[in-house]
């Protein structure tokens, strides 16, 4: 079992900044690649950021390219997506996700994601 715990969510205005970080506990972190989706009121989930289990590959939505970057330190057994810029329709429960394919968190692989946090909201006033 993976256990996903997110943190850094809040209320920030149009412009601003924030990072989330998720920390991961129970089976080997460097094992696994990792990302986020986000879920907008009303709105489907969606992919967000994806990080491959070294770091060495990472990929982006199109909505958040150039302004939101993911990251990990796998000696922390940490996640990060640091979100610049933000605009109000970034507003969203944030969730990290890991899995041991990075192709199935992207959505070129076919499958269920392994594991979910319970999410950290972010909203961003205009």
């Known amino acids: 079992q993976v256990q996903l715990v997110e943190s850094g969510g809040g209320l920030v205005q149009a412009g601003g900044s924030l990072r989330l970080s998720c920390a991961a506990s129970?089976?080997?972190?460097?094992?696994?690649?990792m990302g986020w989706f986000r879920q907008a009121p009303g709105k489907e989930r969606e992919f967000v950021a994806a990080?491959?289990?070294?770091?060495?590959?990472?990929y982006d939505a199109d909505s958040v390219k150039g302004r939101f970057t993911i990251s990990r330190d796998n000696a922390k057994n940490t996640v990060y997506l640091q979100m610049n810029s933000l605009k109000p329709e970034d507003t969203a429960v944030y969730y990290c996700?890991?899995?041991?394919?990075?192709?199935?968190?992207?959505?070129?692989?076919?499958?269920?994601?392994?594991?979910w946090g319970k999410g950290t909201l972010v909203t961003v006033n205009s």
């Open positions: 129970g089976r080997i972190f460097s094992s696994y690649a």
């Open positions: 990080i491959s289990s070294s770091g060495d590959s990472t």
């Open positions: 996700v890991a899995d041991r394919s990075l192709a199935t968190i992207v959505g070129l692989r076919s499958g269920d994601i392994d594991y």
